[in-house]
Nanobody, 118 residues
Framework: QVQLLESGGGLAQPGGSLTLFCQAS????????MGWYRQAPGRQREMVAT???????DYANSVEGRFTISRNNAKNTVTLQMNSLQFEDTGVYFC????????????WGQGIQVTVSS
């Protein structure tokens, strides 16, 4: 079993920055993809950024060039550096750890609020 604990959310002004941290406890399954998803009020949850255990990252078009995801396999952490924040980045951000090959696993954190407001 893996538990994911997010931290670092809060309030930022447009153009500002925030860093989100996710700490995984337990044994992270090999070949897991870790990432960040977000859900804005009234909208479906969407992928923000993911990173494989080998360091290959993927980003939503809306955050490309502004957000950077990084992962430390030894410490079981994944970090999301968010720069040039926009109002549209407001939402609850969730950390996810997913293994898509057998045996598949899928773990989510509780979520953390990010609010971009002037």
């Amino acid at each position: 079993q893996v538990q994911l604990l997010e931290s670092g959310g809060g309030l930022a002004q447009p153009g500002g920055s925030l860093t989100l941290f996710c700490q995984a406890s337990g044994t992270v399954p090999g070949a897991s993809v870790m990432g960040w998803y977000r859900q804005a009020p009234g909208r479906q949850r969407e992928m923000v950024a993911t990173v494989t255990s080998g360091g290959i990252s993927d980003y939503a078009n809306s955050v490309e060039g502004r957000f950077t995801i990084s992962r430390n396999n030894a410490k079981n952490t994944v970090t999301l550096q968010m720069n040039s924040l926009q109002f549209e980045d407001t939402g609850v951000y969730f950390c996810r750890c997913r293994r898509r090959i057998t045996p598949t696993t899928d773990y989510w954190g509780q979520g953390i609020q990010v609010t971009v407001s002037s």
